[in-house]
């Protein structure tokens, strides 16, 4: 029997990326703290006169303003204060408790690894808390020791899902960061691989330390500074060759960006391949499910294989921010390297047992299919709100006059002449 626990009955699986919304009625100023350094739209205050209706509404709407501003931005909507704050019900419980609980329990079962500290808020993921250990037996060597919830698009059986992270501890490639050790329950999952000091690709662009808070990270990063096109051109090589090892041997994955990739003597390994058999959601789902064309495990890695290209180019994720000159380094590189996938080094083919394999591809159509089904409703949400907001414009409502006042006069000059005697 596995060592980790058991999820409690009707437990609900939370898709942490999707985005939250609020309406501002009130506000209290407790204390002051800043974590993420970005500066957010706050209305300013007012002594005198700040109970008059046109202050408050104006108040009113700059707190909505300010509150948007934060559920619209990519890193802190994603934050757990801010998840428990406006869904409190679903995030009150506590998951670094959990992740300890879980962590002690393995640690007795395996005495040969010791804690040495947990990694704080090092990742955006509300349900997923690092732990830095060491083998007793290498003292020296330092791993990275992760706990996560499983998610929402976990489609493989529990008897599947061990089977393929058997597989995936096996494997020995340049461009996959090798994963050492992994145990599975019904709710969680336990991995450990190697710990780089240098941390990930991320790390590098934005030119901070890998331990820190990711909000300090990478919400408003100083001295953040893109690739030169060498590095771009091999690195995004080097990341072509690890999909495409994990597309041919039928392995789904989706989880590519700049904080998933470590780069070890000038190689790219992808991290994290797990993600998409524990079923956790892509960072950016949010992105993609705007997108209708987007609807494949493939096209999912190709989508966020083209914002790595942008990031790894100007220095920070795409955005809302204009550009007021693009460089001519991602159409170099990509211009240079368009080849077809056959040019690529040629790798043995992962050896996946026939089970697993069929196992994969079904749970790989399920995923799709949930995916397809969100942007379908999303879709016609989209439309639904657009026809309403054009029938209740002001332009449309005088149209509408118009074509009616025209009809009455048709309809007033084709009435028949009828005769009095």
């Known amino acids: 029997m596995s060592f980790l626990e058991k999820p409690a009955p009707g437990r609900l699986l939370l898709d ?5 919304t609020a309406v501002i009625e009130a506000s209290q100023n407790l204390q002051s703290h800043t974590v993420c350094g970005i500066s957010l739209p706050l209305p300013p205050k007012k002594l005198i006169g700040n109970m008059d209706r046109e202050f408050i509404a104006e108040r009113q709407r700059g707190l909505q303003a300010f509150l948007d501003s934060i559920t619209q931005h990519p890193l802190l909507s994603c934050s757990l204060t801010v998840k428990k704050f406006l869904d409190p019900n679903n995030y009150s ?9 879980q962590v002690s329990m393995f640690f007795r079962s395996d005495l040969k690894w010791e804690v040495l500290e947990p990694l704080k808020d090092i990742g955006w993921r509300i349900r997923k ?46 461009y996959l960061c090798p994963l050492l050790f992994s ?18 690709l991320r790390d590098h662009i934005c030119k901070v330390k890998p331990r820190e808070s990711y909000l300090k990270k990478y919400c408003n990063p100083k001295k953040s500074q893109g690739l030169e096109l060498q590095h771009i051109k091999l690195y995004g090589r080097q990341i072509l060759e690890g999909l495409k090892l994990l597309h041919d041997g039928g392995l789904f994955y989706g989880h590519l960006h700049a904080s998933n990739i470590i780069v070890d ?3 790219c390994r992808l991290m994290d391949v797990e993600n998409g058999m524990l079923g956790v959601p892509s960072a950016l789902r949010p992105a993609f499910t705007q997108l209708r064309k987007i609807n494949t495990t493939e096209s999912i890695d190709i989508f966020c294989f083209g914002h790595l290209l942008y990031e790894m180019t100007y220095g920070r994720p795409p955005d809302s921010v204009p550009v007021d000159q693009y460089a001519d380094v991602p159409y170099t ?29 079904s749970a790989k159509e399920s995923l799709e299919k949930r995916l397809q089904e969100e942007q379908r409703v999303l879709h016609q949400h989209r439309r639904l709100t657009r026809a309403q907001s054009h029938h209740g414009s002001e ?24 005769e009095t005697s």
């Open 16 to 20: 942490d990326t999707v985005p939250l």
């Open 93 to 101: 419980a506590n998951y670094t408790e959990i992740a300890l609980q």
């Open 129 to 174: 808390k690092y732990f830095l250990i060491k083998n007793k037996e290498q003292p020296k060597e330092m791993y990275l020791l992760s706990w996560v919830d499983l998610g929402p698009d976990k489609f493989l059986s529990d008897k599947d899902l061990q089977s393929a992270m058997k597989l995936l501890t096996s494997l020995s490639t340049p």
């Open 183 to 200: 145990s599975t329950s019904e709710s969680s999952a336990l991995l450990i691989r190697p710990f780089t000091e240098k941390g990930s």
């Open 265 to 267: 003597d000038g190689v």
């Open 333 to 361: 590189a990509v211009g240079q390297g368009r080849k077809n996938s056959k040019s690529l080094n040629p790798h043995p083919l992962l050896q996946v047992p026939s089970r697993l394999k069929e196992a994969l591809k």
């Open 395 to 418: 332009e449309e409502r005088k149209r509408r006059k118009i074509l009616a006042r025209k009809v009455g006069n048709r309809v007033s000059h084709t009435q028949p002449y009828k």
